[in-house]
């Protein structure tokens, strides 16, 4: 498969997380990854994202054609190179052409508005590129901030859902 084509924002480029760097991520490798896209990774990236990093590479693994669905490293645009946090959707779109965004900014970076802008430019690519309107985000009650930037992206509250792995989840949809 071709690079995937990175997306821009005014202060971020939003680069495609290839397979080849999610591995030498899950390797301990940062300098291979931060090769891979030519960008400061800092030594916490992996953390307590681990089985996302690993969901993500297996959906890959399956079918190569979802990567420019998937996880995006944001790196700033200005100054040094480095990766701030990733963003990406849980996948291709489903059959009634919505999409789930899932985000996150690393804490040093937070409160600076990387989340809401990167939600943004994702939106218009999957709109422009792709035709898609239909957008879904799924918060944890207790996230403040991120329920902070789905309020100012217009997300309305459409339920509740329980995630295996981070527990009761509140639901909410946008559409263009």
């Not at 990236?45 to 079918?63: A, C, I, P, S, T």
Request: hydrophobic share 40%; proline share 7%; glycine share 10%.
């Amino acid at each position: 498969m071709p690079p995937v084509p990175p997306v821009l924002s005014e202060r971020l480029e939003l680069a495609s997380m290839s397979p080849g760097f999610i591995m030498a991520l899950l390797r301990g490798d940062r300098e291979r990854a931060g090769h891979e896209i030519d960008a400061h990774v800092p030594a916490d990236f992996v953390g307590n994202h681990e089985n996302v990093l690993r969901m993500r590479l297996g959906q890959m693994q399956q079918d190569r054609t979802c990567q420019p669905w998937l996880l995006r490293a944001m790196i700033t645009r200005e100054g040094p190179r480095q990766v701030i946090g990733r963003i990406g959707f849980h996948g291709p779109p489903e059959e009634d052409r919505r999409v789930e965004i899932g985000y996150t900014v690393f804490p040093a970076h937070r409160g600076q508005g990387f989340a809401t802008e990167a939600c943004r430019a994702l939106f218009a690519w999957a709109h422009e590129e792709h035709g898609i309107t239909r957008f879904r985000a799924s918060v944890s009650p207790g996230n403040g901030p991120s329920l902070a930037v789905v309020r100012k992206l217009g997300f309305r509250r459409t339920g509740v859902q329980w995630d295996e792995i981070d527990g009761e989840e509140l639901v909410f949809e946008h559409d263009l």
